[in-house]
């Protein structure tokens, strides 16, 4: 089955600095790799996804990019801002298989 | 649109109880339900997928014994922890897929969850 793997696992930035996040995925059949934001007790809310046949997405200040052949993607955060931090997860998902990475808790220090 | 919502938010019982928690879909049809547990700290842990109408899908390690998934109709899927034990406090998570005009039968929506306290 899917390994999903996140790196950092925390991350400390300061308020306008830009923040990234890594996964690496092991099964070459996924084509859905959306990310999450959690904020404590409360639900995720997917914030940006990306398929199989892009490389790259952008939505604001949020942009994800995806390396098939390395199979790893990423999650970039420009212009970051006390409401940013939260605990970020990525996924990969392939038809009702979804698993996902173990999380990054991202600070952003006003 | 894409509203996932689920009941009870919290709930404490008994060790030796059984708790149903409740999965509905708002505004659209779900034909594929998901169940995750997350325990302080840690990520989401896939325990099944409930697709309407049919038996769910457990993951390895999960007892479908004691996590019973019913998913009678395209928006109601319902966990009911049997027989529950302190280890089985946590949060647990449902999530849905959306067929809603412009989406992506990919996207998961999920519900704001249930903290579940065994005693």
């Known amino acids: 089955g899917e390994n999903v793997e996140q790196h950092p696992s925390t991350l400390s930035v300061q308020e306008g600095d830009s923040a990234v996040i890594k996964c690496t995925y092991s099964?070459?059949?996924?084509?859905?790799f959306p990310w999450y934001k959690q904020e404590l007790g409360k639900r995720p809310q997917l914030i940006i996804d990306?398929?199989?046949?892009?490389g790259e997405k952008k939505d604001q200040r949020i942009a994800v990019t995806l390396n098939k052949t390395a199979k790893h993607f990423s999650l970039h955060i420009t212009e970051t801002q006390p409401e940013d931090s939260a605990v970020y997860f990525c996924?990969?998902?392939?038809?009702?298989?979804?698993?996902f990475g173990a999380g990054t808790r991202l600070t952003v220090k006003p | 649109g894409a509203v996932v919502s689920q009941h009870p938010s919290w709930v404490i019982c008994k060790s030796g109880t059984s708790v149903k928690i409740e999965c509905r879909s708002l505004?659209?049809?779900?034909?594929?339900m998901f169940w995750y547990r997350q325990f302080p700290k840690q990520s989401l842990m896939l325990m099944a997928t409930?697709?309407?109408?049919?038996?769910?899908?457990?993951e390895q390690g999960v007892e479908k014994d004691k996590f019973l998934i019913n998913h009678a109709s395209l928006t109601l899927s319902t966990l009911t922890v049997t027989s529950a034990h302190p280890e089985d406090s946590s949060f647990y998570i449902c999530?849905?897929?959306?067929?809603?005009?412009?989406?992506?039968?990919?996207?998961?929506?999920f519900g704001p969850g249930t903290r579940l306290t065994v005693t």
């Open positions: 999530s849905a897929r959306t067929n809603r005009a412009g989406g992506s039968l990919l996207e998961q929506y």
């Open positions: 099964d070459s059949a996924s084509n859905y």
């Open positions: 990306i398929r199989s046949n892009v």
């Open positions: 996924a990969a998902s392939y038809n009702n298989d979804m698993r």
């Open positions: 505004d659209f049809q779900a034909t594929t």
């Open positions: 409930s697709n309407e109408g049919s038996k769910a899908t457990y």
